[in-house]
């Protein structure tokens, strides 16, 4: 992940501006999962918007909505539970958002048995705060 997106996203996550939901990038409130954090300072830096289709809230560039609404694209369809490409691509953040983790009752509810642990795990199922998000990202390096 790029260093200098990470600490924004990081110092966005402990600023308290943001209210935290889970299960989706962003809700009817405003609310958003760490993810959707990241997806707003996206907006901000001009990567894409956010738009309502059909009551759930989706990021994405102008391209990716063209291919959500059938007309064409890029190909890449925005999803209400994960960062767009373009977000991807700006940020430097993969797919599969995931940081390292030594606690056991985590590697437990990632299933992934690598010792690592999904972000969203984190916020969903984990319920971390996004002050103990940002300090497990703030531990990695990069974000793999």
């Not at 009817?28 to 901000?44: I, Q, R, S, W, Y």
């Not at 490409?85 to 940020?91: G, L």
Request: glycine share 12%; aromatic share 8%; with cysteine.
């Amino acid at each position: 992940m790029k260093q200098e997106i990470r600490d924004e996203w990081v110092n966005a996550l402990e600023s308290g501006e943001y209210k935290q939901t889970d299960m989706r990038l962003r809700d009817d409130e405003g609310k958003m999962c760490c993810l959707g954090v990241l997806c707003d300072l996206a907006a901000k830096a001009g990567v894409g918007e956010w738009r309502d289709v059909d009551g759930d809230w989706y990021f994405g560039s102008a391209a990716e909505f063209k291919a959500l609404e059938g007309d064409g694209g890029d190909g890449y369809l925005p999803d209400a539970g994960v960062p767009p490409k373009s977000v991807r691509d700006w940020s430097g953040i993969p797919y599969a958002a995931m940081v390292k983790t030594s606690d056991p009752a985590l590697a437990l509810i990632s299933g992934a048995g690598t010792g690592r642990i999904h972000l969203t795990t984190l916020n969903d199922r984990a319920r971390y705060s996004f002050n103990q998000i940002a300090a497990e990202i703030r531990k990695q390096d990069p974000i793999a």
